[in-house]
């Protein structure tokens, strides 16, 4: 499975986001896909996850009314839409996926994308 992640950027407090992963066409609709974010010095944290078929989306309490994940069939992509940023979600941003229908919540994922770095200024 191969994920291509990308979106990321510098933002103002406050500011909106969209990230994107692009998964191979052969395996979208069989794999539930997660994000997840690494500051430094500290562990990878789970952000948000969808379910494969029906999707079903989980997400971290920190990031709850304000990120949204979704999945556009017609284009293999996960988004996470990113809103009213704070400084705290500076991070690196990875999607993973897993042959799954429930998505794990924790970064125990076997296939991994590369990060997009988000930085969010005060």
């Known amino acids: 499975v191969q994920l291509q992640a990308s979106g990321g950027g510098l933002v103002q407090a406050g500011g909106s986001l969209r990230l994107s992963c692009v998964l191979s066409?052969?395996?979208?609709?069989?794999?539930?896909v997660g994000w997840f974010r690494q500051a430094p010095g500290k562990e990878r944290e789970f952000v948000a996850a969808?379910?494969?078929?029906?999707?079903?989306?989980y997400y971290a309490d920190s990031v709850k009314g304000r990120f949204t994940i979704s999945r556009d069939n017609a284009k293999l992509t996960v988004h996470l839409q990113m809103n009213s940023l704070k400084p705290e979600d500076t991070a690196t941003y990875y999607c993973?996926?897993?042959?799954?229908?429930?998505?794990?919540?924790?970064?125990?994922?076997?296939?991994w994308g590369q990060g997009t770095q988000v930085t969010v200024s005060s």
């Open positions: 066409e052969r395996t979208f609709t069989r794999v539930s």
């Open positions: 993973a996926a897993d042959f799954r229908t429930v998505p794990l919540l924790s970064p125990t994922y076997t296939y």
């Open positions: 969808i379910s494969r078929g029906s999707p079903m989306t």
